[in-house]
């Protein structure tokens, strides 16, 4: 069991930073987040996601795809609280990029997913960040982010 630090937030909290809603919400709870450069959370996976329907049949597999999703959005958090704002609907933090990805453990329904995010660098309104899952101190997913501030098109009437 991981103990919660400064920053916590349970389900309700992340929400509020997330635009995110079942099934597309894949963080449950940030253990810690420092607000400056790090951040530590988590992601149950149980049988009941939608995804494991088709991928695969007999035998269930976390989309990689959908792990890398998962520390987006919980980067993404950070870079809220980096960024000294909260999502009022003018602006939308989006995913603006992915290097280096690599995946070296399956993830399979009752393994709880551990994503850890840390800024590397912060330019004009893009962070870029270092991130990586494990499941039981085992690395299943590592790669680096982009994350950008963005205004929200649909906040002024856009499509």
């Known amino acids: 069991m991981t103990t919660d630090g400064a920053g916590a937030m349970n389900i309700v909290e992340i929400m509020r930073y997330l635009p995110h809603r079942y099934p597309f919400l894949l963080v449950d709870r940030v253990h810690e987040c420092d607000g400056k450069s790090s951040i530590r959370g988590m992601k149950n996976v149980t049988m009941n996601e939608p995804f494991f329907q088709g991928h695969f049949p007999g035998y269930p597999l976390m989309p990689g795809v959908l792990v890398i999703e998962a520390l987006a959005q ?26 280096n990805a690599r995946f070296r453990r399956q993830v399979v329904p009752g393994d709880t997913l551990q994503l850890e995010g840390r800024l590397n660098r912060l330019v004009r309104g893009i962070g870029k960040f270092e991130v990586r899952a494990t499941v039981g101190g085992d690395m299943a997913a590592e790669a680096t982010l982009l994350a950008a501030l963005r205004p929200n098109p649909a906040a002024a009437g856009g499509s």
């Open 74 to 99: 919980l980067t993404s958090i950070l870079a809220w609280k980096i960024f000294d704002t909260t999502p009022d609907g003018g602006q939308l933090i989006v995913f603006a990029g992915i290097d």
